[in-house]
T-cell receptor, first 112, second 113 residues
């Protein structure tokens, strides 16, 4: 069964600090991996999308990495801001039909 | 350009009733997909519509159905509501079927009492 596991489940950091969120998957065959940010009461917003051949992709202070060999991805947030407080969801797409596999998300709280 | 619009924003129903949720995609987007989000299960795919045809379906019972109109607007219907159907229902639109980048609406929060 295709799975996507995210860690940690929740995280609290001080404003200005960096943090890294992890995503491990077993989806095979693999098409792409996406990170979404979801603010409370809102729909998810796309941060990055990476295909098999991409190792790193950045979007402002967000940098995602992908190791397709170990089936691991990370999302690094630099110089965190209060507005980064949200749930971050890892989504892995297979190649069989419409095969989106969702992680349960990491809840990040940035405190002053 | 307006984003994905979902109505209503909040809904309270009782067990056994049915409900219809609406989704208006971004102008020019022809694919609409629906998701159920709960604290325990996270996001789960319900179905995807493209050009008024259901293209893919997730693992949900037949009580969950949907349709898409010629203007790409989509509706989702849940019949014979159960307590476990309480969730945030999200729709997303994209230019084409199975597109990598999805644009989500803010969702409809359904509570079943």
């Amino acid at each position: 069964k295709n799975q996507v596991e995210q860690s940690p489940q929740s995280l609290i950091i001080l404003e200005g600090k960096n943090c890294t969120l992890q995503c491990n998957y077993t989806v095979s065959p693999f098409s792409n991996l996406r990170w979404y940010k979801q603010d409370t009461g809102r729909g998810p917003v796309s941060l990055t999308i990476m295909t098999f051949s991409e190792n790193t992709k950045s979007n402002g202070r967000y940098t995602a990495t992908l190791d397709a060999d170990t089936k691991q991805s990370s999302l690094h947030i630099t110089a965190s801001q209060l507005s980064d407080s949200a749930s971050y969801i890892c989504v892995v797409s297979g190649t069989a039909g419409y095969a989106l596999n969702f992680g349960k998300g990491t809840s990040l709280l940035v405190t002053p | 350009k307006a984003g994905v619009t979902q109505t209503p924003r909040y809904l309270i129903k009782t067990r056994g009733q049915q409900v219809t949720l609406s989704c208006s995609p971004i102008s020019g987007h022809r694919s609409v997909s629906w998701y159920q989000q709960t604290p325990g299960q996270g996001l789960q795919f319900l179905f995807e519509y493209f050009s008024e045809t259901q293209r893919n379906k997730g693992n949900f019972p037949g009580r969950f159905s949907g349709r898409q109109f010629s203007n790409s607007r989509s509706e989702m219907n849940v019949s014979t509501l159960e307590l476990g159907d309480s969730a945030l229902y999200l729709c997303a639109s994209s230019h084409r079927q199975g597109a990598e980048k999805l644009f989500f609406g803010s969702g409809t929060q359904l509570s079943v009492l």
